[in-house]
């Protein structure tokens, strides 16, 4: 009973957001396991590159130019690929983009610009997959969170604040969505490298950080999600819906002192 709880197989997989970084390992890991998957992107180049590496899978990964910034560019896209597939099962939503600064040297364009990407495109996008779903009864939709959205970093706000809607989102979503059979779940990854961040973590002083407040004392790997996008996609999960799940080797779960060794402060009188 327990053989397919992860399979995967055969199901329809689109990526927004599927070019490189953690969309696109999730687009190849589903590859790997035999999902027809489409990955979108602005960027036509990085994705048929992206395309090339999965020539030898059962299916090829195929790709829609697709920027989240316009509606009608959207709902083109997901019609298109229900047009070609018949349906979509599984929704990964990982489009993102941050820009760091402290939050009194924002623009109201820049605001504007992450919001516009990482809200509102995933809300849109959601929502014109969701229409599908609810038509043929069934469905997965998994949003990329973050380690912000359940705590704000410094020189990120805007970053957060979306992010903190996109949870609300998943969670809403999977409110409204549950009795059509569509479950809504995100992945909050922790410190992840990817293009988005290599350039932060090329500082020692940030890998030092990093590792004092990460328990499980590395840096995260895009691999490192697949299995928990997979497991969210499956049977594995029928009964789990508006759950943010953290994959973030721990950084969340508490606090570390700021002095190593034992220590005793116990205040004797
Ligand atoms: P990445 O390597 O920069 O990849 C971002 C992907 O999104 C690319 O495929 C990019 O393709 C696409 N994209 C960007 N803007 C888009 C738009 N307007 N329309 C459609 N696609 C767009 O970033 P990543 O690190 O993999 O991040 C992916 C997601 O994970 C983001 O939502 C991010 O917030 C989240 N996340 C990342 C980390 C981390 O540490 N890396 C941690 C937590 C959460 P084009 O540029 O060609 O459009």
């Known amino acids: 009973m327990s053989a397919n709880l ?7 997989i689109l990526v927004s957001g ?6 696109f390992a999730m687009a190849e890991a589903f590859a790997e396991q035999g999902a027809q998957v489409i990955i979108t992107g602005r960027n036509e180049d990085a994705l048929i590159e992206a395309c090339e590496s999965s020539e030898n899978f ?12 316009s509606e009608a560019v959207i709902n083109a896209c997901v019609e298109d690929v229900v047009a070609e597939h018949g349906r ?11 820009k760091r600064m402290p ?14 990407i990482n809200l509102r495109g995933a809300f849109l996008m959601s929502q014109a997959v969701g229409k599908v779903m609810i038509k043929q009864g069934s469905g997965n939709q998994i949003n990329i969170d973050s380690l912000s959205t359940h705590m704000p970093l410094t020189q990120i706000l805007p970053y957060a604040m979306s992010k903190a809607g996109l949870s609300n989102m998943t969670r809403g979503l999977a409110l409204e969505w549950g009795k059509h059979g569509v479950r809504v779940n ?7 490298l990817t293009d988005l961040t290599q350039k932060m973590w090329a500082n020692e002083n940030m890998l030092a ?31 789990i819906t508006g759950q ?26």
């Not at 995100?186 to 992840?192: D, E, T, V």
């Open 6 to 12: 992860f399979n995967v197989e055969d199901t329809i």
């Open 18 to 23: 599927g070019s490189r970084g953690i969309g």
């Open 58 to 69: 059962r299916y090829p990964i195929t790709y829609r130019i697709c920027d989240v910034a």
């Open 88 to 98: 979509i099962d599984t929704l990964i939503n990982s489009a993102g983009i941050n």
């Open 103 to 116: 939050a009194v040297e924002y623009t109201a364009d820049e605001f504007d610009q992450i919001m516009h």
């Open 186 to 192: 995100a992945i909050a990854p922790g410190f992840i």
């Open 209 to 239: 950080w990093h590792k004092v407040t990460t328990p499980l004392e590395r840096m995260g790997q895009v691999d490192d999600l697949v299995g928990t996008a997979i497991f969210l996609a499956s049977a594995g999960s029928a009964f």
């Open 244 to 269: 943010i799940i953290r994959v973030d080797g721990g950084a969340t779960a508490g606090t570390h002192w700021p002095i190593a060794g034992n220590f005793d402060v116990t205040h004797n009188t």
